[in-house]
């Protein structure tokens, strides 16, 4: 939740603060079902394939990984920040001016929604 002054469009944040897992070591956690639920998705330079995840942790410390600690919107028109990669890091960019005491929002992404079901 903004806490602070309106934060105005246009507003990067980032990057998104983690440990670098390889995707292969990824699959395994998966497979185990050990996984986070805060990783981000890294994509090779050309957006063919997925080369890791950035993972903050099961636990992570809001005041380090405060990132990891946005939600997801339940509603199209709530998002107020996209996420992107940019040179291998994750960064919110804000889409939208975020007045004192609204909840700051990212979409996950598409395979985050089919895992959900």
């Keep these: 939740v903004n806490r602070g002054e309106a934060i105005p ?3 990067l944040f980032g990057p998104y603060t983690g440990e670098f897992i390889p995707a292969a ?7 185990a079902k050990m996984e986070s639920g805060n990783a981000w998705e890294i994509r090779d ?5 997925t080369v890791g995840y950035i993972d903050p942790g099961m636990n992570p ?7 990891a600690k946005i939600n997801c919107p339940t509603k199209t028109q709530e998002q ?13 960019r804000v889409i939208m001016d975020i007045p004192y005491g609204k909840e700051l ?3 996950y992404g598409k395979t985050y929604a ?4």
């Design 45 to 49: 330079q050309y957006n063919n394939k």
């Design 114 to 117: 089919e895992e959900m079901g």
């Design 80 to 92: 107020n920040l996209v996420g992107f990669q940019l040179a291998g890091q994750i960064y919110y």
């Design 9 to 11: 469009e246009g507003v």
């Design 25 to 31: 070591e990824y699959e395994e956690i998966k497979k």
């Design 105 to 107: 929002l990212v979409w």
């Design 61 to 67: 410390d809001p005041q380090l990984h405060w990132m």
